[in-house]
């Protein structure tokens, strides 16, 4: 009892000065953790946003875990902030919590992931689509083999994530339909540079070296290893094996800049900038954004200025 | 002395388990065994598995002579992560291969003696006091990277990894100069026998004038070391520091190879020979199954079912099966004089 007292006088305390400077808004950022380069990136990103709007983020990090979110969460409720972003962790066991937001009429953003809860309990989600990448590594590969026969071999993401599950699904259809193009060997790297390495070194040796015309990977970090791989084993990575990924950090970009690798689908970090425009837009009028917010999957090819791109996001944090 | 026959029947369950796994990579893979010269370089099945199997081999002779004492080193995965990131972070400040390698080096032993200073001198169990380290360590690895994977491209570093030596890969040479060399210090000198009797049991090895606490100390120096070589070896490879996923759950690999060696977690006799066949048994298993072409759902699951079918085969219970099979049909009478002599010794 006493402890809700203290957070009601907390927010009754503070309610003042957030109504007080109604330009400046102050924002609640639950981030999941820095657990990747991607992950730290769309940290970084998230206060740029906020900076360049004048906004006042208040930054948590979960290390993972869920109970530091929903703690987080409640001290965002308790400060009275004018809304939460929110990256969760896991998808069940929000609906609580994302109550309490909605009982003192703080909207909440879905960041990345979405949760198993009533889509009412949050305004929006800003998420990329994950088979949509997927596909358009398919297609791009599809376009760029223009019915020469082509034997692929496919490096997957962790077994079991969505990632790993949906950017196989969504290569798989936009590959549908063109016989010229077969996945010989697909296996799991885990995301990691040293597994897709070594994954695609046994590809290398079971397939033998000439009969892999192209690689995807489900993220280029192992795209990264792999084109290691391929160097050790006497070939031109980006020639004699056409290489596609996923994600668009920046050691794909100098690769790719390097005619090391051919082509990769970028999965945003801004995931802020949608959703602090749907956010503002909704604080000042009151208009209900789309409930899923969907974010470009922009395809990076040797005809973009790469090493541009690559100088620009060294400084993310990637 | 028996020293002449004993080795070789030591190692038997271990040899012929390899020779089965990679029997099983011949069969998945019908190229298996042939190896070409190609970029300079040894190229081929074999070449993989023992150049893949560098990391866990070299964690495995820290492993075998800190289990031997009758501890265990959780840590060495996270170890190998601090190395591995000190290394990286050396060269991106513009120094030498040979400054970063001592760097590192230097991170792996401090490591292991913080283990080891826990363990002996403040008496906390072993799987305690080492996994602090296993869980503080990683985070101290990415506060030296800042959370990216830091990337070099400094040749001679590289080399230690990616390189060879006569063709050879560098990781190989390492591990095996490695085992060789410890194997000679711990065998030619009393100190094997020491580590042993502090395994067996500590007290009547303190009463018979043994300096335990220095000794356990420089065994978990020796782990950390050999953790920090393996991670240098592995930053050097993918060549960057990838302080999230560098050495993760590489320590259950380590304790898996020293197991498979046949070497009791309750300390006493050891066989770092033995262990090293252990890592290269692991990494036959891993090689047949990226080879097999199987789905990846299967990877984990085959894998288990091979482990635990070698464990089962291993098990004493089984071992001793046999031997009452092999007395029953053959001359009993000369086994008999071996099993006196060896519970003599």
Known sequence: ?318 | MAASHSPLRRLAPQLVILAAVLALNLAVFPDFFRIEFQNGRLFGGVVDVLNRGAPTAILAIGMTLVIATKGIDLSVGAVMAIAGACAAKIVADGHGWGTALAGALAAGAACGIWNGVLVAWLRIQPIVATLVLMVAGRGIAQLVTEGTILTFLNEGLIHLGAGTILGIPTPVVIWIALGAGVTWAVRKTALGLLIEAIGINAAASRLAGINARVLLTCVYLVSGLCAALAGVIVAADIKGADANNAGLWMELDAILAVVIGGNSLLGGRFSITASLLGALIIQSVNSAILLSGMPPEFNLVIKAVLILAILVIQSPRIGHWLYILRASGGDPAPRRAKTVKETAR
């Not at chain 1, 983020?57 to 009275?80: P, T, Y």
Request: aromatic share 6%; charged share 25%; proline share 3%.
């Open chain 1, 1 to 318: 009892m006493t402890f809700k007292a203290t957070l009601l006088a907390g927010a009754v305390a503070l309610a003042p000065v957030a109504a007080a400077a109604d330009d400046d808004l102050t924002i609640g950022f639950s981030q999941i953790g820095s657990e990747s380069g991607w992950r730290a990136a769309e940290t970084t990103v998230t206060k740029q946003q906020a900076e360049a709007r004048g906004i006042d983020l208040k930054f948590a990090d979960a290390q993972q875990k869920q109970e530091n979110q929903i703690k987080a969460l409640r001290g965002f409720i308790a400060q009275g902030v004018d809304g939460i972003l929110l990256a969760p962790v896991v998808a069940t066991g929000w609906d609580d919590v994302l109550e309490e937001a909605q009982e003192a009429e703080i909207p909440v953003i879905l960041m990345d992931r979405t949760v198993d809860a009533d889509p009412s309990l949050y305004l929006t989600a800003v998420t990329s689509d994950l088979v949509h990448e997927g596909k358009v590594a398919g297609e791009w590969l599809v376009s760029e083999m223009d019915g020469k026969d082509c034997r692929i071999v496919e490096l997957q993401g962790t077994t079991g994530s969505s990632p790993a599950i949906d950017r196989k699904t969504g290569f798989e259809q936009g590959i549908a339909g063109h016989g010229n193009l077969e996945i010989v060997r697909s296996q799991t790297g885990d995301f990691t540079r040293a597994q897709g390495k070594v994954v695609m070194e046994s590809f290398l040796k079971a397939e033998g070296p000439g009969n892999i015309c192209a690689l995807y990977a489900h993220n280029d970090d192992m795209a990264v290893g792999a084109i290691q791989a391929i160097k050790e084993a006497g070939l031109a990575p980006g020639k004699d094996i056409v290489i596609v990924a996923i994600d668009a950090v920046p050691d794909a970009h100098l690769a790719i800049a390097n005619g090391e690798m051919n082509a990769t689908i970028e999965l945003t970090p801004d995931m802020a900038g949608p959703a602090l425009d749907a956010l503002q837009a909704y604080l000042q009028d009151g208009t209900e954004p789309a409930k899923w917010i969907q974010t470009e999957s922009r395809l990076y090819t040797a005809s973009d200025d790469n090493m541009a791109v690559y100088e620009q996001k060294k400084s993310l944090g990637y």
